[in-house]
Nanobody
Framework: QVQLVESGGGLVQPGGSLRLSCVAS????????MAWYRQAPGKLRDLVAI???????NYADSVKGRFTISRDNTKNTVYLQMNNLKFEDTAVYYC?????????WGQGTQVTVSS
């Protein structure tokens, strides 16, 4: 059974940093585009950042210059480094792995930005 397990969420003050990790039990992990999504209360789940198997990245405008997505194909892990966090970054962050017809999600990790 495929599992994506996120970690690294928590409570942080505005301007602070967090690093999220997602370990994926995916065979041929490098073939998967990996992404981070987030969902705030009462809102839709939105794409935050995505990285292809070759390492090409794309970001939501709201996080460009503050967040960095990366991956380690030897560890089946994708990361999201979040710097200069803002109140509006508060959400549950979900890891997603997608390849051809496969689409897998993690259970989510809460990120709360509060003073």
């Amino acid at each position: 059974q495929v599992q994506l397990v996120e970690s690294g969420g928590g409570l942080v003050q505005p301007g602070g940093s967090l690093r999220l990790s997602c370990v994926a039990s995916l065979t041929n992990f490098r073939w998967y585009a990996m992404a981070w999504y987030r969902q705030a209360p009462g809102k839709l789940r939105d794409l935050v950042a995505i990285i292809t198997g070759l390492g090409n990245t794309n970001y939501a405008d709201s996080v460009k210059g503050r967040f960095t997505i990366s991956r380690d194909n030897t560890k089946n892990t994708v990361y999201l480094q979040m710097n200069n966090l803002k109140f509006e970054d508060t959400a549950v962050y979900y890891c997603n792995g997608r390849s051809r017809g496969d689409d897998y999600w993690g259970q989510g990790t809460q990120v709360t930005v509060s003073s």
